[in-house]
């Protein structure tokens, strides 16, 4: 199969893009047997749907995401360039004029509108303790060959388990895998930040690998409760109001901050209309931006659903310009 032919757009980054890049291997193995509907296909259709469309678009530099995209070297890397694209496939299918603003000089934002004194800046936020957890366990365990299966529990979801707890549980479970300590242990996660202070996280090791799937396998265990877990992803996703890069950026011009929180714990779990309306209790008067907004991108679309809030005391030109720019996305508005 040829690459470049079938996902075109993309075909053409790529061939300028290391060996080592995060979607190398994907890139590379795509066969032209590859259902409409894979896995693969449909993260590679996505990323070649969003720079055609931005291609198309012709915003000026682009070559600065371009530069970005092809100089990442984590997965990591590449969602938070990702993030941008998207936002800027957004505005250009809505007929948003925008052009991307600029990597040195004066702090600006990430996408300048053009018929409007207005901004978007994007940050991507990947907060996920557990999935931390569970990802440098099993390869622990996979480093010693255990046939064993890891069970988490805990009654919330942690937004963040700090690194020195991470290395303590992975080191407790190891020993207990080479002493065939088998059975349940209870970890007190302390987090002064978070709506739940103190949370209890259960390790259970079974003797066996799961039937038919040989190896170590780490498994977290369903049954969470949301609300505290829901209450820490709004403060995080607020924090970033007060990143002082951010407000550098607000100050060169009227922004609205626009959150990819796809990687934020479970915010995906809560709904667009739901997001929204909490981003508008929560948004503080105090802040330098228009507004705040969040985005739930996932990789098999080249579109995201955003949900928005305006700062209600900011001026006038600068709201209208957002409600104007939120009637084109065909966003509503809570007030």
């Known amino acids: 199969m040829s690459e470049s032919s079938t996902f075109p757009a993309l075909g053409s980054w790529m061939a300028s893009a290391p060996g080592n890049h995060p979607l190398r291997e994907l890139f590379d193995s795509a066969e032209e047997s590859d259902h409409p509907t894979s896995y693969r296909r449909t993260i590679l259709q996505a990323f070649d749907d969003i720079i055609r469309i931005l291609e198309e678009a012709q915003p000026q530099r682009l070559s600065g ?21 998207v936002a800027g496939a957004k505005l250009a299918v809505a007929g948003v004029g925008f052009d991307f603003g600029p990597r040195k000089g004066t702090p600006e934002p990430d996408l300048i509108l053009r018929e409007a004194n207005l901004g978007v800046e994007v940050k991507a936020r990947r907060l996920n303790g557990l999935k931390d957890l569970e990802q440098k366990l099993a390869a622990a365990l996979a480093q010693v060959g255990a046939e064993v299966t890891v069970y988490l529990a805990c009654r919330e979801r942690p937004l963040v388990v700090k690194a020195d707890v991470i290395e303590n549980i992975v080191t407790n479970t190891l020993d207990r895998v080479r002493d065939s300590a088998w059975g349940t242990e ?25 039937p038919l799937m040989p190896g170590p396998h780490v498994v977290v265990e369903d049954g969470f409760e949301l609300s505290g877990h829901l209450q820490d992803v709004e403060s995080e996703v607020l924090a ?41 209790d929560l948004l503080p008067d105090s802040t ?5 907004g969040v985005m739930i991108p996932t990789l098999d679309k080249a579109d995201a659903p955003i949900s928005l809030a305006l700062r209600g005391n900011a001026a006038a030109e600068d709201l209208d310009a957002a409600k104007k720019l939120a009637a084109d996305l065909g966003l509503e508005l809570t007030d």
Do not use: H, N, Y
């Open 186 to 210: 209870l970890f007190q996660l302390e987090q002064p930040w978070a709506a739940t202070k103190q949370l209890a996280l259960a390790v259970r090791v079974f003797d066996q690998a799961i």
């Open 65 to 85: 995401p371009k530069g970005d995209f092809l100089k990442a070297k984590t997965d990591d890397d590449l969602l938070i360039v990702r993030a941008e694209l």
């Open 240 to 280: 970033v109001l007060a990143d002082p890069q951010k407000i550098k950026q607000a100050e060169a011009r009227p922004t609205i901050l626009l959150i990819d929180a796809a990687r934020t714990g479970l915010s995906w779990m809560r709904s667009p209309g739901s997001w929204a309306r909490r981003l508008a």
């Open 288 to 292: 330098p931006f228009v507004g705040i």
